[in-house]
């Protein structure tokens, strides 16, 4: 049941993160006409379509996560950063959740930082610090139940574009398939120069999950010379290895 509220929160951060860096931009939409630098795919039988990051996530005993995003501009100053760390284990059913969100503007450059901790074993759960304190709490199976069902109705795939398989390669002890690819269509709606379009993922030979995932964009308005920048990076360790999850000794009922 853990699994479920974990994925619902990644959702949630992502898409607050990305509203707060894309606010006062206009909005558009990405086209899926190639760019001229866009390489041709290699004609593979490797599959390589990934399986929803909730999906990978709940066919694992035992795992530690780390999803990082940035996005920079287009004032120097703008930039929001958003990290979160999980770690997560079937036996027993428990998990650490450590989310970081950064923000800072040119109106405001000095940085606001969001900083949360929460464990979770069984119903209870701990948020907090040592610093400032740990709050207890328990949830009923009925208010978990809800909220599994909620988070199901939410699914994450990374975007991925004309992938070209690369080579089978060991990522994070696990046998995997590495893929690179580009975006299509970046910078054909703006008119903006692209000085940056690279992602590469590795999927799990075994499951199809996502094993790491890397992806840098960037481009640069020749007429005001303002550049938007943005990276994201998926990375999964500890793969069905010994992950220990206890209450910090401050926490509890």
């Known amino acids: 049941m853990n699994r479920n509220k974990i994925f619902l929160l990644i959702a949630m951060l992502l898409s607050i993160t990305m509203a707060c860096s894309l606010s006062g931009n206009t ?16 004609l593979t039988p490797i599959p390589s379509e990934p399986v929803s ?10 795992y530690s996560l780390v999803i990082e995003s940035n996005f920079l501009g287009p004032a ?15 036996d027993p059913d428990a998990n650490f959740i450590h989310y970081v969100i950064t923000q800072s503007t040119e109106e ?12 979770t074993i069984g119903y209870a759960s701990c948020s907090g610090s040592d610093e400032d304190g740990w709050d207890y709490s328990e949830t009923t199976a009925q208010q978990s139940e809800m909220q599994d069902l909620f988070s199901e109705m939410v699914d994450i795939v990374p975007i991925i574009d004309a992938p070209i398989f690369v080579g089978s390669e060991i990522m994070n002890g696990v046998m995997t398939n590495h893929f690179t690819f580009q975006v299509s269509g970046l910078g054909l709606q703006s008119g903006a120069q692209v000085t940056a379009n690279k992602g590469d993922y590795w999927l799990a ?5 996502i094993v790491k995932y890397s992806l840098v964009t960037e481009t640069l308005d020749t007429t005001t010379q303002a550049t938007l920048h943005m990276d994201f990076l998926i990375d999964l360790t500890n793969i069905n290895q010994t992950v220990e999850i206890a209450f910090p000794a401050g926490c509890v009922p």
Request: proline fraction near 7%.
């Open 27 to 42: 909005p558009s939409t990405r086209s899926n006409t190639p760019t001229e630098t866009l390489s041709m795919p290699t």
């Open 53 to 62: 990051i909730r999906t990978g996530l709940a066919s694992l005993n035992t």
């Open 76 to 90: 120097q100053a703008d930039h929001t950063q958003t990290r979160v760390e999980i770690k997560d284990s079937n």
């Open 108 to 119: 405001d450059s000095e940085p606001s930082t969001t900083d949360s901790n929460t464990y």
């Open 205 to 209: 030979q075994d499951g199809q999950y």
